[in-house]
């Protein structure tokens, strides 16, 4: 998707995303924010995984019980 717009910065010193823009990048509730070097921003949304998602994909790689249990905590730690 390719968009070039002019948005206004409120007087919170926040902006709003334009709806088009939030919906087709998949935004929610959370956004990775970057700044580059070249004083350039960067907005990424955050993509949670679906805990049930996280679950099978650990017993797919044969984890089970504590090991199991320790490495869910983990993944649930980074977010």
Known sequence: ???DKIIAI???KQITLPKKVYEELGFTDQVRLVV???NSIKLFPVIKEKKSDVLEELIKKGLSGEE???E???REEKE
Do not use: E, G, P, R
């Open 72 to 74: 869910f905590k983990k």
């Open 36 to 38: 580059d070097d070249d």
């Open 1 to 3: 998707m390719k968009f």
């Open 10 to 12: 409120s007087s919170k």
């Open 68 to 70: 199991l249990l320790k």
